[in-house]
């Protein structure tokens, strides 16, 4: 992305919420090149209608979209407002949302609510209080639904999403849940839609985006976070959201971790203070 560009787009402020296994992004639509993501993706036009373009299926123009995990597509706004809520797959949340839309588990579209959640969703500023954010989610999709995901899988969802639980092996978690490694690969993406490799790298990119609330250093969040090095965390944030890293966490986006342990690393570096969470992220 060229800089220009860049400062054009994002001209206005962004807020991210984050909880155990979601997150809300509200603000300016970006340039987003095509990318597939991890876990599903509520997108919700706040100023008008979108377009999305599925690599291998035709342009759908919508208002709501839900776009399935690991489907390779690009979201084009036009520079107005977005929504983007990452529903984690295992979730009664996300199943709530699909039932209430139309369409394929690759793409769905009008939301039931769809009016009341481009309604609320421009009233969603930086400082507004959570229940407000969190009356959005449960309105996106109502935590609760019976019939929920295995609970081998939802535990082990759990545990990847924990402070440290970025690191864990599938081979942990399969003896927790008292199956072998290839038998727990094939229900977490039975019952996922997504692989286990992905939905960890979702949880580190998560874990990231926590340790940015009180943390302004993004390379060491990346490393913290179970990312080989921050080259490493560019090129997969790149591929899984379409836009490279410093083009979100910049000093117009302010960022609050709900319901989530978020504690700074151990050893700083040299010369940095721990930041307040509307300071400038870099």
Same mark, same amino acid.
């Given at each position: 992305m060229q800089p220009a560009l860049l400062s054009e787009t994002c001209r206005d402020q962004a807020a991210l919420w984050l909880w155990p296994g979601h997150a809300l992004y509200v603000g300016p639509s970006l340039e987003l090149d095509v990318h597939s993501g991890a876990v599903s993706c509520l997108a919700v036009g706040i100023d008008g209608e979108f377009t999305v373009r599925l690599e291998h299926g035709p342009a759908h123009v919508a208002r709501t979209a839900l776009v399935g995990a690991r489907v390779r597509h690009r979201i084009v706004a036009g520079g107005g407002r977005m929504a983007f809520c990452y529903l984690d797959p295992a979730s009664a949340r996300e199943r709530a949302c699909r039932r209430l839309m139309s369409g394929s588990a690759e793409l769905a579209r009008d939301h039931a609510h769809e009016r009341e959640l481009t309604s609320l969703a421009a009233l969603l500023e930086q400082d507004v209080p959570l229940p407000a954010v969190r009356q959005w989610l449960d309105l996106a999709g109502p935590d609760g639904l019976s019939g929920s995901r295995d609970p081998r899988v939802r535990q082990a969802t759990r545990r990847l999403s924990e402070s440290s639980g970025q690191q864990l092996p599938a081979t942990e978690l399969a003896a927790e849940a *008292? $199956? #072998?490694?290839?038998?727990f $690969? =094939? $229900? !977490?993406?039975?019952? %996922? *839609? %997504? %692989?286990f490799r992905r939905? &960890?790298?979702? %949880?580190?990119?998560v874990r990231v985006a926590t340790l940015l609330d009180t943390w302004p250093d993004l390379s060491t969040a990346a490393v913290e976070s179970g990312f080989a090095s921050p080259s490493h965390f560019s090129s997969a944030f790149h591929a899984m959201f379409g836009l490279r890293p410093s083009s979100l !966490? #910049?000093?117009? $986006?302010?960022? &609050?971790?709900? *319901?989530q342990s978020s504690p700074a690393p151990e050893t700083r570096p040299h010369g940095? &203070? =721990?930041a307040s969470r509307s300071m400038p992220l870099r």
């Amino acid at each position: 992305m060229q800089p220009a560009l860049l400062s054009e787009t994002c001209r206005d402020q962004a807020a991210l919420w984050l909880w155990p296994g979601h997150a809300l992004y509200v603000g300016p639509s970006l340039e987003l090149d095509v990318h597939s993501g991890a876990v599903s993706c509520l997108a919700v036009g706040i100023d008008g209608e979108f377009t999305v373009r599925l690599e291998h299926g035709p342009a759908h123009v919508a208002r709501t979209a839900l776009v399935g995990a690991r489907v390779r597509h690009r979201i084009v706004a036009g520079g107005g407002r977005m929504a983007f809520c990452y529903l984690d797959p295992a979730s009664a949340r996300e199943r709530a949302c699909r039932r209430l839309m139309s369409g394929s588990a690759e793409l769905a579209r009008d939301h039931a609510h769809e009016r009341e959640l481009t309604s609320l969703a421009a009233l969603l500023e930086q400082d507004v209080p959570l229940p407000a954010v969190r009356q959005w989610l449960d309105l996106a999709g109502p935590d609760g639904l019976s019939g929920s995901r295995d609970p081998r899988v939802r535990q082990a969802t759990r545990r990847l999403s924990e402070s440290s639980g970025q690191q864990l092996p599938a081979t942990e978690l399969a003896a927790e849940a *008292g $199956l #072998s490694v290839s038998a727990f $690969l =094939r $229900l !977490f993406r039975a019952e %996922t *839609g %997504t %692989t286990f490799r992905r939905y &960890r790298m979702w %949880t580190r990119m998560v874990r990231v985006a926590t340790l940015l609330d009180t943390w302004p250093d993004l390379s060491t969040a990346a490393v913290e976070s179970g990312f080989a090095s921050p080259s490493h965390f560019s090129s997969a944030f790149h591929a899984m959201f379409g836009l490279r890293p410093s083009s979100l !966490f #910049s000093p117009r $986006l302010t960022i &609050r971790a709900a *319901g989530q342990s978020s504690p700074a690393p151990e050893t700083r570096p040299h010369g940095v &203070r =721990r930041a307040s969470r509307s300071m400038p992220l870099r």
